[in-house]
Structures are given as structure tokens and as C-alpha cells.
């Protein structure tokens, strides 16, 4: 089984910045892509940035040039470091990871449960 743990979420005043952390544990032969989710309250969950197993990143327009996500390997950890945060910002931040077990067996995506990032006006 694989387990991905968020951490990092709080609440931070508008023009803030905070560090998403996302470990990957288990059974993991291989790590495709990473990236970082988010739903904030009476919407659907949209993507926020992605990163290769190569290191290429992209990301929403939204989050453009405020946001940075990136990887640590060896841990099998995704982060992503906001600044200038805006209220709109708020939301449940999710980590998703795209993982394969074994050799043989086909890759799956893996889902963090979530970690809360709160931005007041």
C-alpha cells in the first residue's frame, strides 16, 4: 500500500507564505509525476501545479509566478511553497502522486487526505 501524508497547512494573513510538504511511503518502485491539488468550500477540486519525474514543473495561472513546486527524490517528497497568498487561495490542498509498485505492475495515482491552508483579508 502506498500512503501519502500532506503537512504544512495553516492560516497565514494575505501576502503570506507557507510550505506544503507531501511524503510518500510504502511500497514504491517508481514515482511518475507529483502534484498538488486543491478545493476550496462550493467548488471542484482543480489542479494547482505538476512536476515530471524529470523536474518540469507546471502550473495553474492562478498560482503563476506566486507558487513553486518541487521534489526531493531520495525522500519521495513533494513540496510547494506559496507566497503572496490571497484569500482566494483558501482552500483543502491535496497531493497526488502517480506511483508504480513493481516492475510489472501498472502505474495508479495516489491521493493524499488533504491539508487546509487558510488566507485572511
Known amino acids: 500500500q502506498v500512503q501519502l501524508v500532506e503537512s504544512g497547512g495553516g492560516l497565514v494573513q494575505a501576502g503570506g507564505s507557507l510550505r506544503l510538504s507531501c511524503a510518500a511511503s510504502?511500497?514504491?518502485?517508481?514515482?511518475?509525476?507529483m502534484g498538488w491539488y486543491r478545493q476550496a468550500p462550493g467548488k471542484q477540486r482543480e489542479l494547482v501545479a505538476t512536476?515530471?519525474?524529470?523536474?518540469?514543473?507546471s502550473y495553474a495561472d492562478s498560482v503563476k509566478g506566486r507558487f513553486t513546486i518541487s521534489r526531493d527524490n531520495a525522500k519521495n517528497t513533494v513540496y510547494l511553497q506559496m507566497n503572496s497568498l490571497k484569500p482566494e487561495d483558501t482552500a483543502v490542498y491535496y497531493c497526488t502522486a502517480n506511483v508504480a509498485r513493481s516492475w510489472t505492475m501498472r502505474v495508479m495515482d495516489y491521493w493524499g487526505e488533504g491539508t487546509l491552508v487558510t488566507v485572511s483579508s
Open positions: 512536476i515530471t519525474g524529470g523536474g518540469s514543473a
Open positions: 510504502g511500497s514504491i518502485f517508481r514515482i511518475n509525476a
